[in-house]
């Protein structure tokens, strides 16, 4: 008799396990007496019967139906194996892991821009992350009508309103259309929380949305580029006094021949020209030593005083010290 009952045992199991599979359901198949349930690590088993969920069951290894799972199902408890018939119960398959998903504009969006009337064109590519946390919601709008559930089934559902999000928030939180990584934060947070509210209905999640890089026409590009580079140059004089440095220092400037050669040296001359302006102009630019008037050693006392003749005016004698000639009695001046 055991030999006929071990007959109709099975295996509930997730028989084809794929690392990008959502969800596998296992129906259409009655559960015997004897049959086992094995649930992998990263898998939910859930028991469900017209629509509605009998049992969940979340640690992973094997199970005895009977007597492990058919006690915890919520309408099936009383349900006693018979020895030719079976329980017809549907287990869905979940797995638990977050997914990262990988995405890119399916199409230039064209962003209104001054100076284009067109609006200039722009792509983006980054990631995204989901995962399942509603099993009710998962059953209800998914699960009752397909058997299994791929990424790249979320996949083309996102990045078929994808583009009408990017618009949205580049327009929100782009404050430099030039430069729209300086806001990939908000627009990433902004875009995240309107896929969330779209894919909550079915049950998943958006744990996690980047925006990895911002893309531009190849002519909107060089321009960046070129504009980038003169802002970090800032001096011309001064980048070309580098560049004729670093080549000196590299041994670029040698070994090519007459034309390098003479190349070279009027670069060095034109830089040496200008380095010499330049100081001349520094030099001319500098305030002038300040003069101090030095104090006059015959200062003093009698300054702004008639001298005294050296003679006397009235004999021609040579004068001395007093006020008087002392030849002939001649007041001296």
């Known amino acids: 008799m055991s030999f006929f009952k071990n007959q109709f045992a099975n295996v509930v199991e997730w028989q084809e396990f794929r690392d990008d599979m959502i969800f596998y359901k296992w129906s259409n198949r009655e559960i015997k007496k004897g049959s086992k349930l094995i649930i992998r690590p990263g898998q939910d088993a859930i028991f469900f019967n017209n629509g509605k969920i009998e049992g969940v069951f979340r640690d992973d290894g094997e199970y005895d139906i009977e007597s492990q799972i058919i006690p915890f199902l919520s309408t099936l408890k009383g ?42 064109p722009i792509r983006a590519n980054g990631t995204f992350t989901f995962k399942v946390d509603d099993y009710i919601a998962l059953i209800d709008q998914i699960a009752g009508v397909k058997d299994q559930y791929v990424v790249e089934d979320v996949r083309i559902r996102i990045t078929s309103i994808l583009d009408q999000l990017l618009m949205k928030w580049i327009s929100k939180e782009g404050k430099d259309m030039f430069n729209l990584q300086a806001n990939s934060f908000d627009i990433s947070k ?46 011309v004089d001064r980048y070309q006094q580098i560049e004729l440095t670093d080549g000196m220092a590299s041994g670029k400037m040698s070994g090519g021949g007459a034309a390098s050669d003479m190349a070279g040296m009027m670069m060095g001359m034109n830089i040496a020209g200008k380095m010499m302006n330049q100081m001349n102009q520094q030099s001319q630019n500098q305030p002038a030593p300040s003069q101090t008037t030095q104090p006059s050693s015959q200062a003093g006392a009698g300054d702004g005083a008639q001298k005294r003749p050296n003679f006397c005016p009235n004999c021609g004698t040579k004068t001395g010290e007093g006020n008087f000639c002392s030849n002939c009695g001649q007041k001296l001046n």
Do not use: C
Not at 84 to 104: D, H, P, Q
């Open 190 to 235: 902004g875009i995240q929380e309107d896929l969330d509210m779209q894919m909550i209905k079915s049950g998943m999640t958006i744990t996690g949305f980047t925006v990895m890089s911002f893309s531009y026409p190849k002519e909107i590009q060089d321009m960046i580029t070129k504009n980038a580079s003169h802002g970090m140059v800032g001096n």
């Open 79 to 120: 349900f006693k194996f018979g020895f030719n018939s079976g329980m017809r119960v549907e287990v869905l398959f979940v797995n638990t892991k977050e997914f990262v998903v990988k995405w890119g504009t399916q199409n230039a969006i064209n962003m209104p821009a001054p100076g284009l009337p067109g609006g200039m």
